[in-house]
């Protein structure tokens, strides 16, 4: 790896100070190093400054600095470019970030050394469909949810497995996760635990009004199609809990297998089932 774009949450990196060590680190390494043009000319690299498409497209690496949040954000964009993306960790409860801030030396002598793998995550394309028209097409490592906003009433959804009817779901909404996304919305709604390196698609009711809609798992090539049977105020599509798009009653959403993968850098030696133990169980004993 030559060529590296480093790319910062400026909230949770708000002096640069930390994106200024990775930068150093990556330059006593003797990479070349990419950068926004605004995180340049804060910290006075000019000589790094690059536009936002560059920094996933011409690159052999993308490393982000914060929390899970803003590697999902940099895997939407690295992911079309086969390009692998490290996330160093600036914040609190982390699934996919890989390294902590502190001891970054001696993981990047493993990382150019060599001394990891790629983790190889599916990922799911959604399709907003109004009449006969697409309006937009969208992506998600962890899912994309149709929900209710905050001051709306339950809306009613019709779901399919390809033309197949499953049931409706008089909701709070539905979320359809990936494997990766089952350690986030997914599980707070009460979906299962599974393994990221699986193929498949879940689905989960958000608080449903019956006594009986639960999560349901279906192979990685069948298309979940959600119509919206009604819905009031401000219903809407959210991916990675980021991108927002509002929905209309009878808007048709379609959701499959993305036709490519994130590739996580791995370098520490914790398992899935290690981070589950330390950011969920030793976590909710800490809080007690």
Same mark, same amino acid.
Not at 231 to 241: K, L, N, P, R, W
């Given at each position: 790896?030559?060529?590296?774009?480093?790319?910062?949450?400026?909230?949770?990196?708000?002096?640069?100070?930390?994106?200024?060590?990775?930068?150093d680190l990556l330059?006593?390494?003797?990479?070349? &190093?990419? =950068?926004? +043009?605004?995180?340049?000319?804060?910290?006075?690299?000019?000589?790094?400054?690059?536009?936002?498409?560059?920094?996933?497209?011409?690159?052999?690496?993308?490393? &982000?600095?914060?929390g899970d949040g803003?590697?999902?954000?940099?895997?939407?964009?690295?992911?079309?470019?086969?390009?692998?993306?490290?996330?160093?960790?600036?914040?609190?409860?982390?699934?996919?970030? @890989?390294?902590?801030?502190?001891?970054?030396?001696?993981?990047?002598? *493993?990382?150019?050394?060599?001394?990891?793998?790629?983790?190889?995550?599916?990922?799911?394309?959604?399709?907003?469909? *109004?009449?006969?028209?697409?309006?937009?097409?969208?992506?998600?490592?962890?899912?994309?949810?149709?929900?209710?906003?905050?001051?709306?009433?339950? =809306?009613?959804?019709?779901?399919?497995?390809?033309?197949?009817?499953?049931?409706?779901?008089?909701?709070?909404?539905?979320?359809?996760?990936?494997? +990766?996304?089952?350690?986030?919305?997914?599980?707070?709604?009460?979906?299962?635990?599974?393994?990221?390196?699986?193929?498949?698609?879940? &689905?989960?009711?958000?608080?449903?009004?019956?006594?009986?809609?639960?999560?349901?798992?279906?192979? @990685?090539?069948?298309?979940?199609?959600?119509?919206?049977?009604?819905?009031?105020?401000?219903?809407?599509?959210?991916?990675?809990?980021?991108?927002?798009?509002?929905?209309?009653?009878?808007?048709?959403?379609?959701?499959?297998?993305?036709?490519?993968?994130?590739?996580?850098?791995?370098?520490?030696?914790?398992?899935?089932?290690?981070?589950? *133990?330390?950011?969920?169980?030793?976590?909710?004993?800490?809080? *007690?």
């Amino acid at each position: 790896m030559k060529r590296i774009s480093v790319v910062p949450n400026l909230e949770k990196d708000r002096d640069l100070h930390h994106t200024k060590k990775v930068i150093d680190l990556l330059e006593k390494f003797k990479k070349d &190093v990419l =950068i926004s +043009t605004h995180v340049a000319n804060t910290l006075g690299l000019e000589k790094y400054a690059c536009e936002e498409p560059e920094l996933y497209k011409d690159t052999e690496l993308v490393i &982000v600095l914060g929390g899970d949040g803003t590697l999902l954000n940099g895997a939407r964009h690295a992911s079309p470019f086969g390009v692998p993306v490290l996330g160093i960790n600036l914040g609190h409860l982390g699934f996919l970030v @890989e390294l902590e801030k502190n001891n970054l030396e001696q993981f990047f002598d *493993r990382l150019f050394a060599g001394d990891y793998t790629i983790d190889r995550r599916m990922m799911i394309e959604g399709t907003l469909c *109004r009449g006969s028209m697409s309006l937009d097409t969208f992506v998600a490592l962890n899912d994309i949810g149709i929900t209710r906003g905050s001051f709306s009433r339950i =809306i009613n959804l019709k779901v399919f497995v390809d033309t197949q009817f499953v049931d409706y779901f008089t909701a709070d909404g539905i979320v359809v996760s990936t494997p +990766t996304g089952s350690t986030a919305y997914s599980l707070s709604a009460g979906g299962p635990i599974v393994h990221p390196n699986m193929d498949l698609i879940m &689905v989960t009711p958000v608080c449903p009004h019956t006594l009986h809609s639960r999560s349901f798992i279906v192979p @990685e090539d069948r298309m979940i199609c959600v119509h919206i049977e009604d819905a009031y105020q401000d219903a809407m599509i959210t991916v990675d809990g980021q991108q927002g798009y509002r929905v209309q009653p009878k808007d048709i959403i379609t959701i499959k297998k993305a036709s490519y993968v994130t590739k996580l850098v791995r370098i520490s030696n914790m398992n899935f089932y290690d981070v589950l *133990r330390k950011k969920l169980t030793e976590r909710g004993v800490k809080n *007690r």
